[in-house]
């Protein structure tokens, strides 16, 4: 063995200069979907709810999301989430979200790898059986059921916040497409959904279509949010925008799923799994449509061939609308852990996006 190897052996841990900023993250995938949980290093943030404290990340560390997700340490379909403090003490914990635009106000995937990663972290006192984390997010708060045994998570399922239809079969004529077919409701975000079956597209939604998901997607989105003076939240301003495009093939799948959801999002994001608070506003439709009923479930399947599964729990007045609190049941996986070192001398420090 040369010496020169026996060197590189022996010295393989970096000891960063003391001006580089270091934050510790761990990394998992829900459906396919990732998730970088952020766990230490990042500066404090501050404010006295959840939604301020997405408001003050926005305003003061934008260049730290920018940094973390986009390349070259992440990518463009990268996404995210900071732990922050709860809103009052009848919660564990809270959860800012992060990705390519911005920072969302609920996400369905980061609740279930969340509240899986809880659970091995030993955040909570963990046993065998149900255990239930209350989650505040930016649109109120999520309580998660985290089943274990023999000291594993086997499966998480989680109840949204008060999830509403704005408005169904409405139509936008859009370039390239024609008049288009839509729904808009509200899952903990407001998203557009077009069901394909309604729609004379000439793709579908499996993986060879994945470019032409992202265009159209963003094209539907763009002109509903220009079009539709109704994508307004009752209660918070800040979460009155349009989030994605949901593409819904509602064909029983070969997987056996009831149907197949493909959500677009953010600035182009296509998520890979199911999409926890799109299938919430989807069991928010099918409950007005009589499509689902309670102690009914339905199985969605994601472009990846992911599942979650959506049920209605209860119902309830929300201000003007009628809302149902969604039940989503789905898995998640550690993938990494990892130190992020960012160096002010590097010209990339805050991060690139190429498609």
């Known amino acids: 063995m040369s010496k020169t190897y026996q060197n590189i052996l022996s010295k393989t841990k970096l000891s960063p200069n003391k001006d580089w900023l270091k934050i510790k993250t761990i990394d998992m995938h829900t459906g396919g979907e990732p998730l970088r949980v952020i766990v230490d290093g990042f500066p404090e943030v501050k404010g006295n709810s959840v939604l301020e404290y997405r408001r003050y990340c926005k305003e003061n560390f934008d260049h730290l999301r920018t940094a973390l997700l986009f390349e070259p340490r992440g990518h463009a379909d990268m996404y995210g989430c900071i732990l922050v403090p709860p809103n009052d003490d009848g ?3 809270g959860i800012v979200f992060l990705h390519n635009e911005g920072y969302s106000t609920m996400c369905g995937h980061a609740i279930i790898a969340i509240s899986t990663l809880a659970v091995e972290m030993k955040w909570i006192d963990v046993k065998e059986g149900e255990n239930i984390i209350n989650i505040d997010v930016p649109c109120g708060r999520i309580t998660s059921f985290a089943n274990v045994k023999n000291g594993k998570v086997t499966g998480i399922r989680f109840h949204c916040v008060p999830s509403f239809v704005v408005g169904l079969d409405r139509t936008i004529d859009i370039e390239g497409l024609g ?3 839509y729904d808009l409701a509200y899952g903990g975000a407001f998203y557009a959904y ?4 309604k729609n004379n597209f000439d793709f579908d939604l ?4 994945y470019r032409i998901l992202i265009s159209k997607g963003m094209d539907i989105k763009h002109a509903v949010m220009k079009a539709d003076k109704e994508i307004l939240h009752p209660y918070e301003k800040d979460l009155s925008f349009l ?6 093939d509602s064909n029983k799948q070969d997987s056996g799923a009831d149907s197949r959801n493909v959500c677009v999002f953010a600035e182009g994001e296509v998520d890979r799994s199911p999409t926890g608070s799109g299938v919430s506003g989807r069991m928010a439709i099918h409950k007005a449509r009589k499509e689902i009923d309670f102690g009914e479930t339905m199985a969605i399947e994601s472009i990846t061939g992911s599942i979650f599964k959506g049920s209605v729990i209860t119902e309830e007045n929300y201000g003007p609308f009628t809302a149902v609190i969604p039940q989503v049941e789905g898995t998640a996986h550690i993938t990494g852990m990892h130190t992020f070192i960012i160096d002010p ?3 990339m420090k805050n991060g690139f996006i190429l498609r």
């Open 243 to 248: 989030y994605g495009t949901i593409f819904i």
């Open 345 to 347: 001398e590097d010209p």
């Open 194 to 197: 077009v069901d394909m079956a």
């Open 179 to 181: 008049k288009v077919t």
């Open 91 to 93: 919660a564990d914990f």
């Open 206 to 209: 499996g993986v060879d279509s």
